[in-house]
């Protein structure tokens, strides 16, 4: 991709500290064969944390560049290198791409610290197919380094002054487990994992359940209705204390902030949890929970107005991916704080994450990264773009301004999601039909990243006031007829979901899977080395 020459670890790390003492593969050391290091289990849990046990038959480094941490706990880190004598036994948690059939590891003889891997923008298969592996100097570099965070495995960082020497590679196939009470059209090939599709799917019926339930004072219905910003509105205050009740129940430091804007009042809920290692430093993970309010409201579901009482997708399907997200983060040690956000009055104007963010500037914290989620779901493996858009940039074109983070999203997009030749179509899409087009045209098979100059969600707040570089996703936006009308229902989204040989609802959960660990896999990624604003 002209003008992203990136290495794979800056994208991912961005640690860049010169390094002494590190050597490639020596000349005159006899390479391992795959066959010489022993795995088990044979197969692993895609999208799961899997024990795993290596040894070896011969003296070997292995190169485990997948998300792991130690079987007794710890922070979780992007890869390792082992050195394993004969007789030596190592015993990690990994956790194994969700969407890939295979993962890869390499060897080398024992004492190598200096490996090489694929592109950033590159799949693991294509990287291996053209030779990457053993492709000399021409090949990008990483290294083991000491774990200076008390953990007891290597950390991997750049190799600056080094060279990569020659590699074998082995793979371990994966497979991901699904749920049978779930049908192929039912999206059930995503309806287990960490984190999984379905279980996001689940939360947004749930939310947006419409049955009538004559016992709720609130909205009379199952779900949570009417979400709409107002002082003391009986069904905005319900689902307030419902959704602080789920992220309370996750274990999560929870407040409900309430700040007085204009003539109301915008009311956030934020579940933190607190890191051990850089706790004042705050990834934060934010979508709204409010919805368009019936300003114009129309009887009928297909008839032009402005309001909706449900907001399917603008924004109960952000809400439900913070819950589910919400959930699996919480259970593991960070060294960062992480902060899980829903925002109200983002349809007034930012109301809700501008305060927040006006606030928490006056702290002695510091806001490293944002996250957001707003009308996602309505894109690939539709017939519609998944925007992966990141911000803020002052340079139009192809020239990146935020490179690091740019490919950070490409390493787990192509690589750990296998969406490299959809985001290649994306890139090709964005040059020639720029931002306005993927948010209301049609387009088959395609996934664009890309640096948006337009901020119309929470996102703005956290680059106005914090000057934080953030990353989001969404799908078509002013392309879709109900967007802040009645018609933002469920049903309306897996209509508009449908495609050849696949259901809306097929569709719409694996949507939600990909985001849901592309998502996570960033929040790991960013815990372990946080990307600034390159602004």
């Known amino acids: 991709m002209a003008g992203l020459a990136r290495t794979a670890l800056l994208a991912l790390l961005m ?39 290596f040894s070896a038959d011969a003296p070997l480094s292995v190169f485990v560049p997948h998300f792991l941490r130690d079987v007794t706990g710890g922070y979780v880190q992007n890869g390792t290198v082992l050195n394993l004598d004969v007789g030596d036994e190592v015993e990690l948690e990994v956790l194994p791409s969700a969407r890939l059939t295979d993962a890869t590891l390499m060897l080398a003889p024992i004492g190598t610290d200096v490996f090489p891997v694929r ?99 609130y909205d009379g219905a199952v779900g949570y209705l009417d979400r709409w910003v107002g002082n003391a509105v009986p069904a905005y205050e319900d689902a307030i204390a419902f959704f602080s009740g789920v992220l309370e129940g996750y274990g999560l430091r929870t407040e409900v902030q309430r700040f007085q804007a204009n003539t109301g009042w915008a009311v956030n809920i934020c579940g933190y949890k607190d890191g051990t290692l850089a706790p004042d430093e705050w990834l934060v993970f934010g979508a709204h929970f409010d919805i368009a309010p019936p300003l114009v409201m129309t009887p009928g579901p297909d008839i032009p107005g402005y309001g909706t009482r449900v907001g399917a997708y603008d924004n109960s399907a952000g809400t439900s991916m913070i819950l589910e997200t919400a959930e699996s983060l919480s259970k593991i040690e960070t060294r960062r704080t992480m902060v899980f956000c829903l925002w109200s009055s983002e349809e007034e104007g930012l109301w809700g994450s501008r305060a927040w963010a006006q606030d928490t500037a006056e702290l002695d914290v510091t806001v490293t990264n944002y996250v957001n989620l707003d009308m996602m779901g309505i894109n690939w493996p539709g017939d519609w773009v998944l925007s992966c858009y990141i ?121 939600f899977d990909v985001v849901a660990w592309w998502s996570t896999m960033t929040f790991l990624a960013l815990d372990e080395q946080p990307i600034l604003n390159a602004l």
């Open 391 to 511: 911000g803020p940039e002052v340079t139009p074109g192809e020239v990146i301004d935020q490179a690091e983070m740019y490919g950070l999203a490409e390493w787990i997009g192509a690589g750990e999601l296998g969406l490299e030749s959809q985001i290649e179509r994306g890139w090709a899409a964005w040059l020639e039909d720029g931002e306005s087009a993927m948010w209301t045209d049609s387009y088959v098979d395609t996934v664009a990243i890309y640096e948006s100059p337009t901020a119309r969600s929470d996102h703005d707040s956290f680059q106005e006031h914090l000057d934080t570089i953030t990353m989001g996703w969404n799908g078509v936006v002013d392309g879709y007829p109900c967007y802040h009308r009645e018609c933002d229902r469920l049903p309306k989204m897996l209509e508009y979901m449908v495609t050849d040989g696949r259901t809306g609802e097929q569709n719409l959960v694996e949507s």
């Open 119 to 217: 592109e950033a923008g590159e799949s693991w298969g294509s990287w291996i197919a053209r030779g990457g592996p053993n492709a000399g100097a021409s090949n990008t570099p990483i290294t083991a380094t000491p774990n200076d965070e008390g953990g007891r495995y290597s950390l991997m960082r750049a190799a600056n002054g080094s060279s990569a020497g020659e590699v074998i590679i082995t793979q371990v196939p994966l497979t991901r487990n699904v749920n049978t009470a779930f049908a192929e059209d039912q999206g059930q090939a995503q309806t287990e994992g960490w984190v999984n599709g379905r279980d996001v799917y689940d939360w947004l019926a749930m939310i947006t359940d419409e049955t009538p339930d004559p016992t709720d004072p």
């Open 15 to 53: 640690i860049c500290a010169p390094l002494s003492g590190c050597v490639g593969n020596d000349d005159d050391v006899t390479m391992p064969a795959a066959d010489d290091l022993n795995v088990m289990p044979e197969v692993w849990s895609a999208g799961e944390w899997t024990r795993v046990t």
